[in-house]
């Protein structure tokens, strides 16, 4: 089974999103210190150049971007997030240009970036395809898509229940979708993909499964 699980805002979607910009750190606070964090410092190492992040979240990446870098661009759409954010920047002391703005509209020259980083991001994007559409447009050519991003389980098992609890899923966690195929669609993108399978320890085991690595356009 593919993703084909729509995401309709309620009422109830709203008003729990402010809700989750707040306790987002705390979920994810056992799987930070259980090794995802390590993942964080460990890919963003390879960041070079001018560097665009997307869905930035509340800035859990902040404190591995490696110094020296030509320009950093955060790109977030929701404004509780945005908010956390600017208090990790100021926390470390980083500069970067915060942005608002979804994954799938990126406010940047066609070109004009060296290195992507997406974490925890294309699971959540409404339209895929088209953010790795962008993702491309904005690239230099040779330019890298960085990524940490839970998948769909290789185990028939573990995706049958990804498919199962999609849906409650998709409103607890604000259109994160657990059984989103997403190495296919960087493939099917035009992407050369480099990417390494790992399990994200202190999270749920429906997104538990990881595909941590490099893409190139």
Same mark, same amino acid.
């Given at each position: =089974? ?17 809700? %989750? ?9 056992? /799987?930070?210190?259980?090794? =995802? !964090?390590?993942?964080?410092? =460990? ?37 509780? =997030?945005?908010?956390?954010?600017? $208090?990790?920047? +100021?926390?470390? /002391? ?15 020259? #066609? ?15 409404? #339209?895929?395809? *088209? ?10 050519? &040779?330019?890298?898509?960085? %990524? ?15 498919? $199962? ?6 409103? %607890? +966690? ?19 993909? !480099? ?6 320890? &202190?999270?749920?085991?429906?997104? /538990? ?7 190139? *356009?």
């Amino acid at each position: =089974m593919t993703d084909t699980t729509e995401y309709r805002v309620s009422r109830a979607d709203v008003l729990w999103r402010p809700v %989750f910009a707040l306790v987002y750190d705390p979920l994810l606070w056992l /799987g930070e210190i259980a090794g =995802m !964090s390590r993942r964080r410092r =460990m890919l963003l190492r390879s960041a070079r150049g001018r560097v665009a992040e997307i869905g930035a979240g509340t800035g859990l990446n902040v404190a591995h971007y490696p110094d020296g870098l030509a320009d950093l661009v955060l790109s977030e759409p929701d404004a509780g =997030m945005r908010r956390r954010l600017a $208090r990790q920047l +100021a926390r470390h /002391g980083r500069v970067a240009r915060v942005v608002d703005s979804a994954a799938e509209s990126l406010p940047l020259a #066609d070109g004009s970036v060296d290195t992507v980083v997406s974490t925890l991001v294309l699971c959540t994007v409404d #339209d895929p395809e *088209r953010t790795l559409a962008e993702i491309a447009r904005v690239l230099r050519p &040779g330019g890298q898509l960085l %990524f940490i991003e839970h998948v769909r389980a290789r185990s028939p098992r573990l995706a049958a229940w990804q498919d $199962r609890l999609a849906r409650p899923w998709l409103h %607890f +966690a604000a259109g994160c979708r657990c059984n989103r195929a997403t190495l296919d669609l960087l493939r099917a993108g035009g992407f050369t993909v !480099s990417a390494d399978d790992a399990v994200w320890r &202190g999270a749920p085991p429906i997104v /538990g499964p990881l595909a941590v690595g490099r893409a190139i *356009r």
